[in-house]
């Protein structure tokens, strides 16, 4: 199923000669006036081709200088396709909080902190769980580390985590210890 969305705006002669070649490409696209654009504003499941840069629009891409080849322009909007893809499968919600994986960042309204990387995969992993994780669990999966080794190097990642996350969003239930092990609360 395709979902690259393309809206044309102000550009006629592409739109006609992306008519043309419609079936060889591999993205919607559709033409809109000015009041549509209006409308258009919250909308970020689509890329917006224009001459001009529009204020306080999101995820456009301007061709102001031609002539162009078509083959220049349909690589610059597949590129932003990847970039738009890479950015959304980037993103984690969990709670009220926003993982980025990419940038290894935790944010909730205008707070935000670094991770680590062990710290974002041990995140993931307990939140793929769904149900609560033996420190040998994440010892093994996330960290790589054989059973024999001591569980503390565990323990303590997961406890600076947990400080960590209490100190800047003041959330002292985001990781929960349990009596089985540990989990992510998702409740907001």
Same mark, same amino acid.
């Given at each position: 199923? =395709?979902?690259?969305?393309?809206?044309?705006?102000?550009?006629?002669?592409?739109?006609?000669?992306?008519?043309?070649?419609?079936?060889?490409?591999?993205?919607?696209?559709?033409?809109?006036?000015?009041?549509?654009?209006?409308?258009?504003?919250?909308?970020?499941?689509?890329?917006?081709?224009?001459?001009?840069?529009?204020?306080?629009?999101?995820?456009?891409?301007?061709?102001?200088k031609?002539?162009?080849?078509?083959?220049?322009?349909?690589?610059?909007?597949?590129?932003?396709f990847?970039?738009?893809n890479?950015?959304?499968?980037?993103?984690?919600?969990?709670?009220?909080y926003?993982?980025?994986?990419?940038?290894?960042?935790?944010?909730?309204?205008? =707070?935000?902190?670094?991770?680590?990387?062990?710290?974002?995969?041990?995140?993931?992993?307990?939140?793929?769980?769904?149900k609560?994780?033996?420190?040998?669990?994440?010892?093994?999966?996330?960290?790589?580390?054989?059973?024999?080794?001591?569980?503390?190097?565990?323990?303590?990642?997961?406890?600076?985590?947990?400080?960590?996350?209490?100190?800047?969003?003041?959330?002292?239930?985001?990781?929960?210890?349990?009596?089985?092990?540990?989990?992510?609360?998702?409740?907001?």
């Amino acid at each position: 199923m =395709n979902t690259h969305n393309l809206v044309i705006y102000e550009l006629d002669e592409l739109y006609k000669i992306f008519e043309e070649i419609k079936k060889d490409i591999n993205f919607n696209f559709e033409k809109i006036n000015k009041q549509e654009l209006l409308n258009l504003k919250s909308n970020s499941n689509c890329l917006i081709l224009t001459k001009k840069e529009i204020p306080d629009l999101n995820n456009q891409i301007i061709f102001d200088k031609f002539p162009i080849s078509i083959f220049k322009i349909l690589e610059k909007i597949n590129i932003e396709f990847i970039k738009k893809n890479f950015q959304k499968q980037s993103e984690i919600l969990i709670g009220n909080y926003i993982f980025n994986i990419n940038s290894r960042e935790m944010s909730s309204n205008t =707070n935000k902190i670094k991770l680590t990387e062990k710290e974002i995969n041990s995140i993931i992993y307990l939140l793929k769980a769904n149900k609560p994780v033996k420190i040998r669990e994440l010892q093994s999966n996330v960290w790589g580390y054989q059973s024999q080794l001591e569980t503390h190097t565990v323990e303590t990642h997961i406890y600076r985590l947990r400080k960590k996350i209490s100190k800047v969003f003041k959330d002292e239930n985001f990781i929960l210890s349990k009596d089985d092990g540990y989990e992510i609360n998702k409740k907001e």
